[in-house]
């Protein structure tokens, strides 16, 4: 069983920084970490995804060469820092783990491919 926890939001101005961490308990090493998001009326989407050891990472192109996932395995967090926010960013991040996701086979990318999720941190980025 895998438990996860997101903290780290808040409000912000646009174009700023804020850096979201998600702590997990149980044997988070064997999982893919992610990060989705949901805005108000809108379904959750997926932001980013990286392997058992932090080595390779995928990234939905809105966030792209803005955004940056990474996880330390030793203190079972995986974090999202996140660069130059717009008010399109606004949303509740959500922090996913699955042991049989697969990006490198197109798997990894959708809500449903995820067993275990967080509670939600909101972002609120204002203009």
């Known amino acids: 069983q895998v438990q996860l926890g997101e903290s780290g939001g808040g409000l912000v101005q646009a174009g700023g920084s804020l850096r979201l961490s998600c702590t997990a308990s149980g044997r988070t090493f064997d999982y893919y970490m992610a990060w989705f998001r949901q805005a108000p009326g809108k379904e959750r989407e997926f932001v980013a995804v990286l392997n058992r050891i932090g080595s390779v990472t995928w990234y939905a192109d809105s966030v792209k060469g803005r955004f940056t996932i990474s996880r330390d395995n030793v203190k079972n967090t995986v974090s999202l820092e996140m660069n130059k926010l717009t008010p399109e960013d606004t949303a509740v991040y959500y922090c996913?783990?699955?042991?049989?996701?697969?990006?490198?086979?197109?798997?990894?990318?959708?809500?449903?491919?995820?067993?275990?999720w967080g509670q939600g941190t909101q972002v609120t980025v204002s203009s």
């Open positions: 996913a783990a699955d042991g049989q996701v697969n990006p490198y086979r197109d798997s990894g990318f959708r809500e449903q491919e995820y067993e275990y």
